[in-house]
Nanobody, 122 residues
């Protein structure tokens, strides 16, 4: 399983970005996919997850601002981010479970992409 995260960049506070997580095989469509982030000096934290059936769960800090979605035909999961804040600055990682249900714990995800940097300036 290979995951490729992309779409990061530098934006001003209040701006938007859309991250993409592309899978190398068909398994991305069959399993839950999560987004995590890690800011400098902090632990990796859960952001959002989508089940194989489209059910979603979000961290409280991003609810109402971020939307996770998937396009199984393109083998891609997206994280649309609006109203970005400086505290959203982090490296964002996508991860794949071996399972269809949503989980928020990082230990539930055996496969990880390489990360994409998101920087929000004030």
């Amino acid at each position: 399983v290979q995951l490729q995260a992309s779409g990061g960049g530098t934006v001003q506070a209040g701006g938007s970005l859309r991250l993409s997580c592309a899978g190398s095989g068909s398994t991305i469509s069959l399993n839950a996919i999560g987004w995590y982030r890690q800011a400098p000096g902090k632990q990796r934290e859960f952001v959002a997850v989508i089940s194989s059936g489209g059910a979603t769960t979000y961290a409280d800090s991003v609810t109402g601002r971020f939307t996770i979605s998937r396009d199984n035909a393109k083998k891609t999961v997206y994280l649309q981010m609006h109203s970005l804040k400086p505290e959203d600055t982090a490296i964002y990682y996508c991860a794949q479970r071996d399972g269809i249900l949503v989980r928020t714990s990082a230990v539930s995800y055996p496969y990880w992409g390489q990360g994409t940097q998101v920087t929000v300036s004030s």
